[in-house]
């Protein structure tokens, strides 16, 4: 209920674009299960909308490209990073093809090597990339804001190593920094030229509580 109307954005913008081959979807680990990264291997996610299929050959051909990544299913248990973006995309394409890719290490030099990994892959297809975060957790709105903008111009400059500087200086407590960090690594590899921020909030635009706060924002990246 938090996050939703700011995700919403995104969708809205991808709603003229066509449907692609499959989706993509980067998302941290937040209790530490499991492997350093993983990616679900195949089956279905079911959400109250239906079910969602694994693209399980796309998973493979990832997997293989690097020792880092693991065919794992244990990792994703208790993550709701991911599983969270389904809903959008199922009343978006219906049904649709995904790769969850759950992030337990990320550290600049894991996550740099999952992009590249991912774009050697996906070159010349019609695949979305999607990362999952939000932003500054239990700040006041206005600081949530103006900290959240430091991270999100680092985005719009594709600056990787950059985001996780300012993270660091300004104390940005941004739980899928590595999710971020791998979607801006592979979307550099293939040479995008845009990155847009088309809606930063906060929780407290729906919770009305604007003392502590969670902060959220949509972007679009690598299209015109």
């Known amino acids: 209920m938090y996050s939703g109307p700011v995700a919403a954005h995104a969708y809205k ?16 680990n937040h209790y530490g299960i499991g492997t350093i990264v993983s990616i679900y291997p195949s089956g279905y996610w079911t959400t109250p909308l239906g079910d969602a299929e694994i693209d399980a050959k796309l998973a493979e051909e990832i997997a293989q490209t690097r020792e880092i990544f693991f065919l794992d299913e244990k990792s994703h248990s208790r993550e709701h990073s991911i ?17 969850p890719i759950c992030i337990n290490d990320q550290s600049l030099e ?7 990994a991912v774009a050697e892959v996906v070159n010349k297809r019609n695949i979305l990339m999607i ?10 709105h206005e ?19 950059g985001l996780y500087r300012v993270l660091e200086k300004h104390n940005i407590t941004m739980c899928g920094y590595g999710a971020v960090a791998a979607l ?8 995008a030229s845009k990155a847009t921020v088309l809606k930063q909030s906060t ?6 509580d604007y003392d ?13």
Not at 184 to 191: G, P
């Open 131 to 140: 990362a999952s975060t939000d932003f500054t957790h239990y700040e006041p």
């Open 110 to 116: 894991t996550c740099v090597e999952i992009g590249e």
């Open 203 to 208: 929780s407290g635009e729906t919770s009305g």
């Open 83 to 99: 599983e969270v973006q389904i809903p959008f995309l199922q009343y978006l394409y219906g049904e649709f093809k995904l790769v």
């Open 13 to 28: 913008f991808l709603d003229k674009y066509s449907k692609p081959e499959s989706v993509i979807i980067f998302g941290p």
């Open 212 to 224: 502590s706060v969670v902060g959220y924002a949509s972007c679009v990246i690598g299209l015109d």
């Open 143 to 161: 600081t949530v804001l103006k900290k959240d903008r430091y991270a999100l111009e680092t985005i719009e400059r594709f600056d990787v190593m």
């Open 184 to 191: 801006l690594s592979a979307v550099k590899k293939l040479e």
